[in-house]
């Protein structure tokens, strides 16, 4: 069965930082790749980070850019997102999302959602001003 769980949420100041955590279970975690998605009250969901754990591409969202990292540790079966600097519009649920990587990758620079097959309960980000 496949498992993703998120930790690492909270309430942080603007300018502060935060690390999540999605650990994953039930497949071969090297053939697949790992996206965060966040989704704030009213707003649709969208499309933060991903990485391709068969070959380590990165992918960001043009509002993270420069800001989140992105890692993965295949040994732990983890994806981490390092968030610094961060505004009180990064304010949201944020979740992992797993899919078995296909056709080389392409396509996940798109960050887009339906892509991806399977997908964690979520991590409250909240940041205040």
């Known amino acids: 069965e496949v498992q993703l769980v998120e930790s690492g949420g909270g309430l942080v100041q603007a300018g502060g930082s935060l690390r999540l955590s999605c650990a994953a279970s039930?497949?071969?975690?090297?053939?697949?790749?790992i996206g965060w998605f966040r989704q704030a009250p009213g707003k649709e969901r969208e499309g933060v980070s991903c990485?391709?754990?068969?070959?380590?591409?990165?992918y960001y969202g043009d509002s993270v850019k420069g800001r989140f990292t992105i890692s993965s540790d295949n040994a732990k079966n983890t994806v981490y997102l390092q968030m610094n600097s961060l505004k009180p519009e990064d304010t949201a649920v944020y979740y992992c999302?797993?899919?078995?990587?296909?056709?080389?990758?392409?396509?996940?620079?798109?960050?887009?959602?339906?892509?991806?097959?399977?997908w964690g309960q979520g991590t409250q980000v909240t940041v205040s001003s």
């Open positions: 039930g497949f071969t975690f090297d053939d697949y790749a």
């Open positions: 999302a797993a899919d078995l990587i296909k056709n080389a990758g392409l396509g996940y620079a798109t960050l887009y959602d339906f892509l991806f097959d399977y």
């Open positions: 990485i391709t754990n068969s070959d380590g591409s990165t």
